[in-house]
């Protein structure tokens, strides 16, 4: 991969942008929570982003394939680096913070998009899964790093100094891909609207197999991640236990699917890994002991190593000139239903014990893979007829 001339650029300029955000999503609710005291609108500063990227796919997807790859991801880090700065001023009314994340999340959602239709330019069609795996695992290791710098930063210094090193951050990931991506033209004609996007959203969402594909990308990982959610509830005293071993499982499982199982055997993969993400959550309704509950969270998370499969067939079952946007409506729908699964599980928990609460989730999660199981049969098989 590194030996790809821009894969380097991407690479380091994607990784500094998922620390900047993880770093400054921290410190932004941090903020908020000392400021309101509201755990609800703390919640949502570090969710609303999310949610936003619903309303940029509808609107404004077309963006990732008809600007020039490198002007859309320079833009994005552009974008989030003023973002996080002015988020930074003293004084700034509560509405106007929310508005500068929600302007945040629009632009995330096309930044994404952007990004991954560029890789599979940058790479061969057999290297993309590998490059995809690359970038997943360099998520995982700058969300810890990001994290941990927080969390420093917030408790000996404060969330403003970290908002503006996260700004910062962003400002130099937009620099490394200004300076090392090369200037492509856009992969599609025609300037970028909101009827480009909904066209081409109709046309993706418009083939049964790719339906199954999008849902199944979308749902299960969602409803696992509203399990996630609970960690800190379910275990106050070692919930970094548990996030670092769902960090190290999804980079198990990203490292397997991407590098180790061979093409020839990576659709007979799919389900297993689906089953895999949700089944052992189902043994949360149990009293647990913490390395058990550590344990069980790693294996769970190797299942997420089925979201690159899925990606593979996503690509494989859509045109280059939409790629992106189909990548980026990927992305997207992915952090929405992220952000709805942590809503859903933590009213499940208002009401429940956290740890039945967390079960039901996985439970939820099974079910919802069972079900869309045949639709990912048609899938394949149309991807077969396709080649």
Known sequence: MFRTTEFKPLFASSATQVAAGTLSSLAFGTLIYARTGSPLLAALSMFGPSFAQVVGAMLLMSAADRLRPRTAVALIGTVF?????????????????????LVMGLAGSVGGGARAGLLGQILPPEGYILGRSMLNLAVGVMQILGYAAGGVLVALMSPRTALVLGGLLCLIAALIARLGLSDRPPRATGRPSIAATWQVNRVLWSSPA????????????????????????????AAGALFIAGAAGMLAGDLSAGRFLPARLRPRF???????????????????????????????????GAGLLLQERLIGLTDETIRGQALGLH??????????????????????????????????????????????????????DQR
Request: net charge positive; no cysteine.
């Open 81 to 101: 680096g003023a973002g996080n700065l002015v988020l930074a001023l003293p004084g700034m009314p509560l509405g106007a913070m929310f508005a500068v994340i």
């Open 270 to 304: 799919v389900t297993p890994f689906r089953l895999l993400l949700a089944a052992p959550y189902l043994l949360f309704v149990l009293p647990l002991t913490v390395p058990v509950a550590v344990v069980l969270v790693a294996v769970a998370s190797v299942g997420f």
């Open 331 to 384: 992305g997207s729908g992915l952090m929405t239903m992220q952000a709805v699964g942590a809503t859903i599980a933590g009213v499940i928990a208002q009401h429940l014990p956290v740890g039945t609460a967390i079960a039901i989730m996985g439970t939820l999660s099974l079910v919802v893979t069972l079900l869309l199981t045949p639709g990912l049969r048609l899938s394949r098989l149309e991807l077969v």
């Open 210 to 237: 790719r339906r199954a594909v999008f849902l199944s990308l979308w749902v299960p990982n969602g409803l696992v991640v509203g399990a996630e959610a609970l960690f800190v509830p379910y275990a106050p005293q």
